[in-house]
Antibody
């Protein structure tokens, strides 16, 4: 069974750093893209970027370029999303999802993690 | 970036109604269009991919159509469990943008 298991909720202060995770299981993690999606409270879905675990090829949305960093550790089938300095406006739910198969990144997002609520407040 | 615009933004249909949601792209995306359902407090769920292909396990009352810039999601006979928010998403070129969502509220 394909599963994406995300790490637990986080409460941080402005200026702090954070790294959240998404662990894939039940499939060949290296051959499917992982996408990150933000959902601010009461709002819609925003595509943040996508990473291919096979070679760490990464594409960011211009809205998030420079604001976050995506990475993977193939040895433990885990993808990461990190911030170096959080702001209150980063408060949101963050989802990872499995994207397309192989080098082309254009597949649908067929399996989703349960989401991680990140709260940034002083 | 390709802009995705859904209409309507909200709808209050009754159980048994036929529901049609429209999604328009700011440029041609061929058939690179996916639909998701999100229930309150839950992760989104893939319903339709490549504009008209039904994801495994999704009831056949859901269907998708369209190509180029105009797409529709149809629910042939709305069931109580279908009250949710629906999003279209283009996978033609990055950033793979979502529509703003269409919320189905119980009448």
């Amino acid at each position: 069974e394909v599963q994406l298991l995300q790490s637990g909720a986080e409460v941080k202060k402005p200026g702090e750093s954070l790294k959240i995770s998404c662990k894939g299981s039940g499939y060949n993690f290296n051959t499917y893209w992982i996408v990150w999606v933000r959902q601010m409270p009461g709002k819609g879905l925003e595509w943040m970027g996508i990473i291919y675990p096979g070679d760490s090829d990464t594409r960011y949305s211009p809205s998030f370029q420079g604001q976050v960093t995506m990475s993977v550790d193939k040895s433990i089938s885990t993808a990461y999303l990190q911030w170096s300095s959080l702001q209150a406006s980063d408060t949101a739910m963050f989802y990872c999802a499995r994207g397309g198969y192989g080098p082309k990144s254009d597949g649908p997002f067929d399996y989703w993690g349960q989401g991680i609520l990140v709260t940034v407040s002083s | 970036d390709i802009q995705m615009t859904q209409s309507p933004s909200s709808l209050s249909p009754s159980v048994g109604d036929r529901v049609i949601i429209t999604c328009r792209a700011s440029q041609s995306i061929r058939n690179h269009l996916n639909w998701y359902q999100q229930k309150a407090g839950k992760a989104p769920k893939l319903l339709i991919y490549a504009a008209s292909s039904l994801q495994s396990g999704v009831p056949s009352r859901f269907s998708g159509s369209g190509s180029g810039t105009e797409f529709t999601l149809t629910i042939s006979s709305l069931q109580p469990e279908d009250f949710a928010t629906y999003y279209c998403q283009q996978s033609y070129s990055t950033p793979y943008t979502f529509g703003q969502g269409t919320k189905l509220d119980i009448k």
